[in-house]
């Protein structure tokens, strides 16, 4: 799976200042009369083994959601659910409902087993665990827009000689959408989704439901608790998209966010001259990676460093930064190796250009539901002229040098179809325990600044030097984050004020 895509996965991916803002919706909670849902809020699931690849214990079910709520009585949707009841029924408190990011991933498995769970006992004892493959995904009426291999690589480099191409190629993943499902396209959305997850607490019999989320995770819960505040339970939001920027914005900051991460470790990096030789003061460093991505622009050279997605590649000086760009978060010190071997490395040929057959069918199906719901949430976020996209690629390559012409580059988006609805404004006082690490490359420290601004009732947990994408649970984590968490959902009760943990 190509870096740029993982990154995309694993940020759920996260609008740039200088980009339209969508008209953001009420913040008043979804509303619609609860006669027209009834059928599907009283539905009675038949639950059932969840397949050969989950634990016996592991029961799914599937239930019916409408494909649009404002036409209760018009099309469909299939939704896969799976709840992993709590062992000790006198110390349950309810449901804790769970998403793992994207958009695009899903989300059945989640919380399989006991050993896969980052939760402790103590936590396990008073929910069940409910997971879910979000609409348009996994076994939930997937989207499938028969695209090719050639077509799957989002966010692209800016290049003036391939910006045709790229063009090209993302208005014919665009095309392929709506050919095959052009229906359907506006109305998968986090709005949605989240409405979708109403309808489980409402088959589930529960009258409020927590949750925790990762990532896109995130995003999706803090709209959760827009639409239904009343319904919100113990909110856990880990590792935040910024929820008022979610779409074009969503990339653009990873871009941002990568300049000081890149400054960081030229400090770090300097300060061990004698082991890495790449210059004994920040600027030196610096100037050391810049001449490194030059050469390997003018010419390529053969990698064998620490990203098994550039293994034994030619790879010029936009591979080098795609590939490094998290490397500066999560081990400073292999991208400083990565460097060392790439300046030592021979100029070899450009690879040849892979053929452009039919993509792997999982690739292909992930890639479809991430684009869907990045472009429909956010319509007035994406600019329809692709000139625009090479006004700002150039713009933001110069202000954010590291990632900023990937991210302001041409997508899909550009050819979208208009969501169903504008973009969700998320500013409320439901409670909630916000989880960030200080380095985190998918999904920013500013991200989660901003959702804890916009979720007005919540706490921060902030670790400082934290190195990761994911809090709760991630070894490595230091015990007073994850004490945190486990005290909030055992207890109900948030922190008196924001934290700060060391890593």
Same mark, same amino acid.
């Given at each position: 799976?190509?870096?740029?895509?993982?990154?995309? /996965?694993?940020?759920?991916?996260?609008?740039?200042?200088?980009?339209?803002?969508?008209?953001?919706?009420?913040?008043?909670?979804?509303?619609?009369?609860?006669?027209?849902?009834?059928?599907?809020?009283?539905?009675?699931?038949?639950?059932?083994?969840?397949?050969?690849?989950?634990?016996?214990?592991?029961?799914?079910?599937?239930?019916?959601?409408?494909?649009?709520?404002?036409?209760?009585?018009?099309?469909?949707?299939?939704?896969?659910?799976?709840?992993?009841?709590?062992?000790?029924?006198?110390?349950?408190?309810?449901?804790?409902?769970?998403?793992?990011?994207?958009?695009?991933?899903?989300?059945?498995?989640?919380?399989?087993?006991?050993?896969?769970?980052?939760?402790?006992?103590?936590?396990?004892?008073?929910?069940?665990?409910?997971?879910?493959?979000?609409?348009?995904?996994?076994?939930?009426?997937?989207?499938?827009?028969?695209?090719?291999?050639?077509? /799957?690589?989002?966010?692209?480099?800016?290049?003036?000689?391939?910006?045709?191409?790229?063009?090209?190629?993302?208005?014919?993943?665009?095309?392929?959408?709506?050919?095959?499902?052009?229906?359907?396209?506006?109305?998968?959305?986090?709005?949605?989704?989240?409405?979708?997850?109403?309808?489980?607490?409402?088959?589930?019999?529960?009258?409020?439901?927590?949750?925790?989320?990762?990532?896109?995770?995130?995003?999706?819960?803090?709209?959760?608790?827009?639409?239904?505040?009343?319904?919100?339970?113990?909110?856990?939001?880990?590792?935040?998209?910024?929820?008022?920027?979610?779409?074009?914005?969503?990339?653009?900051?990873?871009?941002?966010?990568?300049?000081?991460?890149?400054?960081?470790?030229?400090?770090?990096?300097?300060?061990?001259?004698?082991?890495?030789?790449?210059?004994?003061?920040?600027?030196?460093?610096?100037?050391?990676?810049?001449?490194?991505?030059?050469?390997?622009?003018?010419?390529?050279?053969?990698?064998?460093?620490?990203?098994?997605?550039?293994?034994?590649?030619?790879?010029?000086?936009?591979?080098?930064?795609?590939?490094?760009?998290?490397?500066?978060?999560?081990?400073?010190?292999?991208?400083?190796?990565?460097?060392?071997?790439?300046?030592?490395?021979?100029?070899?040929?450009?690879?040849?250009?892979?053929?452009?057959?039919?993509?792997?069918?999982?690739?292909?199906?992930?890639?479809?539901?991430?684009?869907?719901?990045?472009?429909?949430?956010?319509?007035?976020?994406?600019?329809?002229?692709?000139?625009?996209?090479?006004?700002?690629?150039?713009?933001?390559?110069?202000?954010?040098? /590291?990632?900023?012409?990937?991210?302001?580059?041409?997508?899909?988006?550009?050819?979208?179809?208009?969501?169903?609805?504008?973009?969700?404004?998320?500013?409320?006082?439901?409670?909630?325990?916000?989880?960030?690490?200080?380095?985190?490359?998918?999904?920013?420290?500013?991200?989660?600044?901003?959702?804890?601004?916009?979720?007005?009732?919540?706490?921060?947990?902030?670790?400082?030097?934290?190195?990761?994408?994911?809090?709760?649970?991630?070894?490595?984590?230091?015990?007073?984050?994850?004490?945190?968490?486990?005290?909030?959902?055992?207890?109900?009760? /948030?922190?008196?004020?924001?934290?700060?943990?060391?890593?």
């Amino acid at each position: 799976m190509p870096t740029a895509l993982k990154a995309a /996965l694993a940020a759920g991916l996260v609008v740039s200042l200088c980009t339209p803002t969508a008209r953001a919706t009420t913040a008043e909670p979804d509303r619609y009369p609860a006669s027209a849902l009834d059928r599907y809020y009283d539905q009675r699931p038949a639950w059932h083994g969840c397949g050969a690849e989950y634990p016996a214990a592991l029961r799914c079910a599937t239930i019916k959601v409408p494909l649009d709520y404002k036409r209760p009585a018009g099309p469909t949707l299939r939704l896969e659910i799976s709840r992993l009841r709590t062992s000790v029924p006198g110390k349950r408190h309810g449901v804790l409902l769970s998403n793992p990011g994207g958009p695009g991933a899903g989300g059945l498995g989640i919380s399989a087993t006991d050993k896969e769970s980052p939760m402790p006992k103590s936590v396990r004892d008073r929910y069940d665990l409910v997971g879910f493959d979000p609409r348009g995904t996994g076994a939930s009426s997937p989207l499938n827009c028969g695209l090719s291999s050639n077509e /799957l690589t989002w966010p692209r480099v800016y290049r003036p000689a391939s910006f045709r191409k790229d063009t090209a190629l993302a208005r014919s993943f665009a095309a392929k959408c709506v050919a095959r499902d052009r229906a359907r396209l506006p109305h998968l959305t986090t709005r949605n989704t989240a409405r979708d997850m109403d309808v489980i607490r409402g088959v589930l019999g529960e009258k409020r439901i927590s949750y925790y989320g990762l990532s896109y995770g995130t995003y999706l819960g803090a709209v959760y608790t827009q639409l239904f505040p009343a319904r919100s339970d113990r909110i856990v939001i880990d590792s935040s998209v910024d929820p008022n920027r979610f779409g074009r914005g969503t990339y653009q900051a990873m871009a941002e966010s990568v300049e000081p991460a890149f400054r960081d470790w030229t400090r770090l990096v300097a300060r061990r001259d004698r082991t890495y030789h790449l210059g004994d003061t920040p600027a030196k460093v610096r100037a050391a990676f810049f001449r490194l991505i030059a050469r390997a622009d003018r010419t390529p050279l053969k990698y064998n460093g620490s990203d098994p997605d550039y293994a034994d590649r030619s790879v010029t000086g936009a591979d080098i930064r795609d590939s490094l760009r998290s490397m500066f978060f999560y081990d400073p010190y292999q991208a400083a190796r990565d460097v060392v071997s790439l300046r030592k490395a021979r100029t070899a040929r450009p690879d040849p250009q892979p053929s452009d057959g039919p993509a792997d069918p999982f690739d292909a199906g992930v890639n479809a539901l991430h684009w869907a719901v990045m472009c429909a949430d956010n319509s007035a976020s994406w600019p329809h002229d692709p000139a625009r996209y090479r006004r700002d690629a150039l713009r933001d390559g110069a202000r954010n040098p /590291l990632y900023g012409d990937f991210t302001s580059n041409i997508t899909p988006c550009a050819f979208w179809p208009r969501g169903a609805e504008p973009a969700t404004r998320v500013n409320n006082t439901v409670g909630a325990l916000v989880l960030q690490n200080q380095w985190d490359s998918q999904t920013p420290a500013a991200s989660g600044r901003s959702m804890h601004r916009a979720l007005r009732g919540s706490r921060l947990v902030m670790v400082q030097g934290g190195r990761d994408h994911g809090v709760y649970g991630i070894p490595g984590t230091p015990a007073c984050a994850n004490n945190a968490v486990n005290t909030y959902l055992i207890t109900g009760r /948030l922190p008196s004020a924001d934290i700060t943990c060391r890593a």
